[in-house]
């Protein structure tokens, strides 16, 4: 079984700075993962993802994320955060062992991008 | 730009009574999910189709639930009887899935169908 874990509910950052969220994943096999955004009542829009090759993926609005295969990690990141910035992200693995294509999502992580 | 369109938006029902929930994917993309998203919580899978055909369906609930996408374009979601438990988001995605091949395709997320069961 797969499992994605955002061990952060909230992530408070202040515009400028730079932004982690944090992504860890469990896959019996190899994995693609996927970066997801969500805006209040409004459905989820793909951001970034991995499948292979370069560790570090750039993706939309500036931002990217970081595999660390070891640690079974795949955190978000952006230099420097824009209020606009501000909404819930979400984690997502499909196994690459499987052809079923089924994506199992995180809870979220809510950030907030204070001016 | 090409968009998972869902009907409607939101939906507002008491319990016992029946609901339905639209999709249409992207022209062209040959599965077709539906998820569950409760508050506070990521989306989780209720049943997926690649084409007309249930691929996974082992998360709904069968007793109260049905999906379906007879021509192998759009789909339909039942609930019948709605349940205080059911509100939630529904949300219809769908992605690029060659036959046999799978691809590193994205979700393409609709809208989202908001119940409030009362």
């Known amino acids: 079984a797969q499992s994605v874990a955002q061990p952060e509910d909230q992530v408070n950052v202040a515009e400028g700075n730079p932004l982690t969220v944090k992504c860890t994943y469990s896959?019996?096999?190899?994995?693609?993962l996927f970066w997801y955004v969500q805006y209040p009542n409004r459905g989820l829009q793909f951001l970034l993802k991995?499948?292979?090759?370069?560790?570090l993926v750039k993706g939309s609005y500036g931002f990217e994320a970081e595999f660390n295969k070891s640690q079974t990690s795949f955190h978000l990141k952006k230099p420097s955060a824009l209020v606009s910035d501000s909404a819930l992200y979400f984690c997502?693995?499909?196994?690459?062992?499987?052809?079923?294509?089924?994506?199992?999502f995180g809870d979220g992580t809510t950030l907030t991008v204070k001016p | 730009e090409a968009e998972v369109a869902q009907s409607p938006r939101y939906k507002i029902t008491e319990k016992s009574q029946a609901v339905a929930f639209w999709c249409d994917p992207i022209s062209g993309h040959a599965t077709l999910y539906w998820y569950r998203q409760i508050l506070g919580q990521g989306p989780e899978l209720l049943v997926q189709f690649q084409d007309e055909s249930v691929v996974d369906d082992s998360q709904l609930p069968k007793d109260r639930f049905s999906a379906e996408r007879l021509k192998g374009v759009d789909s339909t979601l039942k609930i019948q009887p709605a349940e205080l438990g059911d509100s939630a988001m529904y949300l219809c995605?769908?992605?690029?899935?060659?036959?046999?091949?799978?691809?590193?395709?994205?979700?393409?997320f609709g809208e989202g169908s908001r119940l409030t069961v009362l």
């Open positions: 995605a769908s992605s690029i899935l060659d036959r046999g091949i799978l691809t590193t395709g994205e979700l393409f």
């Open positions: 991995y499948i292979t090759g370069d560790n």
């Open positions: 997502a693995v499909r196994d690459l062992d499987t052809n079923a294509g089924k994506s199992t």
């Open positions: 896959v019996s096999g190899n994995p693609y």
